[in-house]
């Protein structure tokens, strides 16, 4: 799991059909654009993200440049799951010369995800569905339709259907089906790579992955992804729901192309050998406690050349832990990679800054790289621990997305994020990570914090984060300071962390919905302290751009 663009607020039907509040505006050859569109596109500076082309030898290139084509036909994918209407526009907008093209390429469409999705061009707001249900559609005629006819449950919930309707019915198109135009020459291009390729089980995995193209069977695949080792790792294919608002059932289409630092990745190895002592330490009833998934849990640091479709829109992805399926984690565990280059841009560009202004002075020298490198690794571990399956009153058992809904992305990035830290500490006291203390990581983690505030709460991890803040304040571990600023009482941070980390699992282990939305309610808001700090952040970049050299981008 990774990143984000949520809107939780406008899930009725009076939300999917209601136009945004007046602003002042321009109007360009008849179309409407946010006056500020320029501060936008600023907020996300073009950053060049390359790679040491030392770590790739001619074929292995060659390999690099037919995956990057796959990937190219996927990013298309992706931009007709936020909106079908969005190829014609962004056809317009490039013709025009527009002032919001580059805000509009960034966005993937015209909903701003750093403002909650907000229109920044015309006044319709996006569906919470965006292009995975018709737009009409509510949730409650979904369930209610669900409930008459439950032989269609997991055509229409599945994760790879598109959900259509059929007179007073609704049906399921499978992706294979509706993106055809697309996945065939993507699976063309992979087959081509497979050709290429002397690495074993680099072959099978594409070879497989082109197959899943054409059939909506992605789990044998996803075994030979788990698999994969060489040079070249690389994620393509539908897997986040953070698109998909009204209930994360639907998956967006990304590619990450990235070749492995294998030195790096060697020295986090021994991470993956201490989760199951991990997820016997959660801070959670024993009954709860999830020990039946895999134990693999390869860790790859890597660096970034190309990205696409879900993987390239608004704030960019620094890690990730795949796959996705239960299934799988359940059977092989799940991978864990670190994008270092694309780290090391953030933190130098937006999360140090922030942390400067953010933090009292007497904590400034606990800000360190490698406390921030390590609690995003530990975010992603930390997705594989907890709950994975729940048996429901009726005895079925599911994926604990399901009874959470829309709500389910941001427990869990949350989840991911307090108990990052709950672990860390846990592999500091056991000397695991000695190379900074828990002040540089509770400091650092405290003072990056209003960088994922900033993508708005609207989203996911910016949701997500609130939630922490706003706990951590409430109990006295983050305080105001003179100059506003703010300090950090390290007991408290700790005790803050734990209870917060038993909330989390325990709505995951029970998929209590209504517990989820009372946590959410309560904590994930922006308060007006927090409107006041992100206030004096404003000439600070909210996230990166990237241009890939390696693409040709220039």
Not at 334 to 361: C, E, H, T, W, Y
Not at 499 to 523: F, H, Q, S, V
Not at 531 to 545: G, M, Q
Request: one cysteine or more.
């Amino acid at each position: 799991m990774k990143r984000t663009a949520l809107l939780f607020a406008c899930l009725a039907a009076a939300c999917q059909t209601t136009s945004a509040p007046p602003m002042k505006t321009t109007t360009t050859n008849g179309l409407t654009i946010a006056p500020d569109i320029a501060q936008r596109t600023a907020q996300l500076p073009r950053t060049v993200i390359d790679y040491d082309r030392s770590l790739l030898n001619d074929n292995e290139r060659q390999v690099v440049a037919k995956l990057i084509e796959a990937s190219k036909l996927i990013d298309e994918i992706f931009w007709r799951q936020v909106s079908e209407d969005n190829p014609a526009l962004r056809d317009r907008l490039a013709k025009e010369n527009s002032p919001a093209y580059d805000y509009f390429v960034k966005n993937k469409g015209p909903w701003g995800r750093l403002k909650d999705d907000a229109p920044f061009i015309g006044t319709k707001r996006k569906p919470p569905g965006a292009a995975f249900y018709p737009e009409d559609m509510t949730n409650e005629e979904f369930e209610k339709y669900i409930g008459e006819h439950p032989d269609k449950k997991d055509e229409l919930q599945g994760l790879f259907t598109i959900v259509k309707r059929d007179g007073p019915a609704f049906v399921g198109v499978p992706y294979s089906a509706f993106y055809r135009d697309f996945l065939q020459p993507a699976a063309a291009r992979l087959r081509e790579a497979a050709a290429l390729t002397t690495n074993d089980s680099l072959k099978k995995f594409l070879n497989s992955r082109a197959d899943a193209f054409l059939s909506d069977n992605y789990r044998d695949s996803d075994m030979a992804w788990m698999d994969l080792n060489g040079p070249i790792e690389v994620v393509i294919g539908p897997y986040e729901v953070y698109e998909d608002n009204l209930f994360n059932y639907k998956a967006s289409f990304e590619s990450f192309v990235t070749v492995v630092d294998g030195p790096e990745s060697a020295k986090l190895g021994a991470y993956a050998h201490a989760l199951p002592d991990m997820e016997r330490n959660l801070p959670e009833p024993e009954q709860y406690k999830n020990l039946n998934r895999g134990t693999e849990s390869p860790i790859r640091v890597v660096q970034q050349i190309y990205s696409a479709g879900d993987a390239r829109r608004g704030v960019q992805t620094a890690a990730f832990n795949l796959p996705n399926d239960e299934w799988v984690r359940e059977k092989k565990g799940s991978k864990k990679v670190l994008i270092k280059n694309v780290m090391n841009a953030k933190f130098r560009q937006s999360g140090r800054p922030i942390a400067l202004r953010v933090l009292d002075l007497s904590l400034i020298n606990f800000l360190t790289f490698d406390a921030y490198f390590n609690h995003t690794l530990f975010h992603e571990l930390s997705h594989g621990l907890g709950p994975g399956f729940i048996t429901q009153p009726n005895g079925e058992r599911v994926e604990v997305r399901i009874p959470l809904k829309n709500l389910y992305s941001t427990i869990e990035e949350c989840k991911a994020d307090v108990l990052g830290v709950w672990n860390l500490l846990y592999a500091q006291q056991r000397g695991l990570v000695t190379s900074f203390d828990d002040r540089q990581l509770l400091a650092t983690y405290a003072g990056l914090m209003f960088r994922s505030t900033r993508f708005g709460v609207g989203e996911a991890h910016g949701r997500g984060t609130a939630v922490q803040w706003n706990w951590l304040r409430e109990h006295n571990a983050i305080g105001p300071v003179a100059g506003k600023k703010f300090g950090v009482d390290f007991t408290k941070m700790r005790d803050g962390i734990r209870d917060l980390a038993t909330e989390l699992l325990t709505i995951e282990a029970t998929g209590d919905y209504n517990r989820a939305n009372a946590l959410l309610e309560k904590y994930g808001k922006e308060t007006d302290e927090m409107r006041a700090v992100n206030a004096i952040l404003k000439d600070i970049p909210v996230d990166i751009w990237p241009v890939f050299p390696a693409a040709g981008e220039q």
